[in-house]
């Protein structure tokens, strides 16, 4: 006659044993892997032409939660030039909507009009879709009467770790406030102030 309580203890042993070796073999990382990128056009709003020369930003992220409120501010930015086909790519480092959470560019003589996003339904999906054809469209400055693309607070990335997690929002900043030297008379000294106080 076999003693349950053996067999129960070997029978607990064996599953473990086999559902440790699941575990190690399961493929946890596949979940973590990203094989696509941010991506889309600087174009211009008029032609549909692709605009070279743009600088183009990405505004990276982080949720934090608290007891009755969540709220999200910038950790870094990134940012590169178009060349002639107007692309530009970003890596999207978590699937979570805020990494890059948005695009904008600038280019001297025009201004900020719109950008491309997703759909609602394809952004809560995560996928490649959410994240390709973030097409930005600028338009031409008309230099009687010029216009100033309102960027908001995230280009000053204010929680980001170190200078270098900043250094696409400086960039960004310089190319406004040459913008701004040109265009904007009046208003010319209050915005070189407060854009070099940001740099």
Not at 23 to 33: Q, T
Not at 42 to 60: H, M, R, S
Not at 137 to 145: F, G, R, V
């Amino acid at each position: 006659m076999t003693n349950p309580i053996h067999k129960s203890k070997f029978l607990l042993l064996v599953l473990t044993c086999a559902t440790a070796t699941l575990l190690a073999a399961w493929p946890w990382d596949r979940e973590k892997k990203i094989d696509f990128k941010l991506t889309g056009q600087v174009l211009d709003n008029d032609t549909k032409q692709p605009l070279e020369g743009a600088f183009v930003i990405a505004i990276y992220k982080e949720v934090k939660s608290g007891f009755a409120a969540a709220a999200n501010y910038c950790v870094k930015t990134k940012g590169m030039y178009t060349g002639k086909d107007g692309k530009f790519h970003f890596p999207v480092e978590k699937l979570d909507g805020n990494s890059p959470y948005w695009v904008s560019a600038i280019k001297p003589d025009y201004y900020y009009v719109i950008s491309d996003i997703a759909p609602p339904k394809i952004h809560r999906e995560q996928g490649a879709a959410a994240y390709s054809g973030r097409n930005i469209y600028l338009a031409k400055q008309d230099p009687a009467n010029p216009r100033v693309s309102g960027d908001g607070d995230d280009i000053l990335c204010r929680r980001a770790a170190s200078r270098d997690d900043v250094a696409a929002s400086i960039e960004f900043l310089k190319i406004g406030l040459a913008e701004n030297e040109k265009n904007n008379g009046p208003l010319k000294q209050q915005i070189r102030e407060a854009t070099q106080s940001m740099i």
